[in-house]
């Protein structure tokens, strides 16, 4: 069994067709998606405002690796374009967790380090798993509860955009 929690996000362009992209692309490995948010950008701040969703994948056939390929494929089916770190971009596919797998490869560190303290990926992965666990790191809600209220200003439900 491989259980991945894959983070995506948007800024560019048609950013709720992207994200539809993304989970259209994962296909039946699709166990859960959550509600979308629009979130202030992080790192770099002088961009447009993100669409972010956390969506739960299973397949017992793929590994870590394999989610992440999954992820960099859908980035270039995208037309993601990497020219600033932190920067804006069509697409984002970040592998959060793949069951309790540890990686400190440079490639795919697992747990993802930004998700403790990133409420783009902590409120949205609240909604579809209220108990889950972060490896290394605990309870997402506990989480989510210990991040400072100006993190969570910048955070808004859109009931207007839906996710297959």
């Known amino acids: 069994m491989s259980r991945a929690v894959l983070s995506l996000g948007s800024n560019l362009g048609d950013r709720i ?16 998606v959550s509600p979308v948010y629009e979130t202030a950008p992080w790192g770099v701040t002088d961009q447009p405002h993100f669409l972010n969703a956390v969506c739960v994948v299973d397949d ?8 992440l390929r999954a992820g960099q494929a859908l980035e270039r089916e995208a037309e993601r374009v990497r020219e600033q770190r932190w920067g804006p ?10 069951d309790d797998v ?10 993802h380090p ?10 949205p992965w609240c909604d579809i798993e209220l108990d889950a666990v972060l490896p290394g790191h605990g309870s997402v809600a506990d989480l989510r509860a210990a991040l400072p209220a100006d993190e969570l200003v910048g955070v808004r439900r859109r009931d207007d955009l839906r996710l297959p």
């Open 17 to 32: 067709g992207y994200l539809r992209l993304a989970v259209d692309g994962l296909g039946d490995a699709v166990v859960a």
């Open 60 to 67: 017992p056939a793929r590994d870590e690796w394999d989610w």
């Open 89 to 98: 971009r069509t697409l984002d596919v970040d592998v959060v967790t793949v």
């Open 102 to 111: 540890r990686s400190d490869d440079p490639d795919l560190l697992l747990p």
């Open 114 to 123: 930004g998700t403790p303290s990133r409420a783009s990926v902590l409120v």
